[in-house]
């Protein structure tokens, strides 16, 4: 069992305790200063005896009429009524016998739990008056000159109980509001609870989610791969050997197509291989990203006979992984659409350090073409790697921008965060 419902427990077992005190305690009162009565005159002290039964039966049914309906107890006036009733019935038991004073109790009592607001403090001094009658001996200390010394013990009293009261009610507003309270807290928990189990559906919808689109990424990851590395790497030994087959008649010049060809199939090996083990491609694992990039850029012009240069501003500085992996591949992709489409004479590079953004720039003066019209993914012309070099530099919140027309060349430009190393990206 939890504190909430242990707390709740608690106070409806109080509140069970104090409606069981409330309906017997009246009772027990009236048959207490009955019997104290009834032996008054065996000590000598005259008592009205049947008008003290009678106004005892009749307390005893006027009490008894509004107990039996509890449904009552939230009508104020009928509560009004009630309790005026008692303390004429009281006040009449005390003036004949004294010692009905203890009966009279109850009306501090009730005034607390059957009347409202400025009703419960009249209540009380109605009852302390009732009660200093008591004390100064009934009616007949008042007409033997005691009525100045009822008036001072009705003061006194009636201040007395009116402070008592006053805490008692605090605490029992304390009392309600903390029962509110936890009433309140049982909801809000339901509530709660509702909630978790539907967030919990939620949760189960997103992981579900979540592994498809990781799923999705990965083959969208091991795509671009593929295509910068065994694509890239096919196609140039297919140039290569397609360059040896049309210079068969000159031996140097197809033994230099042929090595090429050799050496493009060992690195598209290498690469290929360092794929599948998720590592950075071989050329990073040995140089810092300009040298790579400069030394990819040197091997290119060498294959197809097109001057390229690679300048680097900025401070050049380590960045994360997958930093300068995506702008070696953007590289290693322009590079390889500038071979296969531009029929370029010249081609430019700029790495670009800035404070918070690493841009590559790749410009050629080749044919240019039109970049609105996009290109089917997956085809063989190379569209596939514009969409795969825009994939690498989106997914880390970066942006590639394509300028070029017919005749005017084309210029490529790759901007991604300055991610350092041992962020995670």
């Not at 107990?67 to 104020?76: C, K, S």
């Not at 007949?140 to 006194?156: F, K, Q, S, T």
């Not at 297919?238 to 493009?264: F, G, I, K």
Request: proline share 3%; aromatic share 8%.
């Amino acid at each position: 069992m939890n504190i909430e419902a242990e707390l709740r427990e608690e106070f409806d077992r109080w509140e069970r305790r104090e409606y069981a005190v409330v309906n017997v305690l009246p009772y027990l009162l009236l048959a207490v200063s009955t019997v104290i009565t009834l032996l008054q005159p065996i000590w000598g002290v005259r008592v009205h005896l049947g008008a003290v039964l009678g106004l005892t039966l009749a307390a005893t049914i006027w009490v008894a009429w509004f107990h039996a309906r509890p449904r009552w107890h939230r009508n104020g006036p009928l509560m009004s009524l009630y309790y005026t009733g008692l303390m004429v019935l009281g006040a009449a038991l005390v003036a004949l016998a004294p010692w009905y004073g203890i009966f009279t109790f109850v009306g501090y009592v009730h005034a607390f739990l059957l009347l409202r607001g400025r009703w419960q403090y009249v209540g009380v001094a109605a009852t302390s008056m009732v009660q200093a009658l008591g004390y100064v001996g009934g009616l007949a200390g008042i007409r033997a000159d005691g009525w100045w010394e009822w008036l001072v013990l009705a003061l006194v009293t009636t201040v007395l109980a009116g402070a008592f009261f006053h805490f008692a009610a605090m605490g029992h507003q304390r009392n309600d509001q903390q029962r509110r309270a936890l009433v309140e807290l049982h909801q809000a928990n339901v509530k709660l609870e509702e909630a978790m189990a539907e967030n919990a559906g939620l949760h189960a919808q997103l992981l579900v989610q979540a592994r498809e689109a990781g799923v999705l990424d990965e083959r969208q990851r091991m795509a671009r791969e593929i295509h910068d590395t065994l694509a890239q790497g096919l196609a140039g030994i297919l140039t290569q050997l397609q360059a040896a087959e049309q210079t068969l008649d000159a031996p140097s010049t197809v033994r230099r197509h042929v090595t090429n060809a050799m050496d493009l199939a060992r690195e598209s090996l290498a690469e290929a291989r360092r794929t599948v083990h998720a590592v950075q491609p071989a050329v990073l694992a040995q140089a810092r990203l300009p040298d790579a990039i400069s030394e990819v850029t040197r091997r290119w012009s060498e294959v197809n006979h097109i001057d390229a240069v690679l300048i680097t501003t900025g401070d050049p500085r380590p960045m994360h992984a997958d930093v300068e992996v995506t702008l070696l591949r953007a590289a290693q992709e322009a590079l390889a659409n500038v071979a296969k489409h531009a029929k370029a004479s010249r081609v430019g590079l700029t790495l670009s350090y800035m404070e918070d953004l690493v841009t590559l720039d790749v410009r050629d003066d080749g044919v240019g073409f039109e970049p609105d019209a996009r290109r089917a993914n997956g085809s063989t012309n190379g569209g596939f790697g514009l969409a795969g070099m825009r994939q690498r530099v989106q997914r880390l919140a970066g942006r590639l921008e394509i300028e070029s027309e017919p005749g005017g060349g084309t210029a490529i430009s790759a901007t991604v965060p300055a991610i350092p190393t041992g962020v995670r990206s």
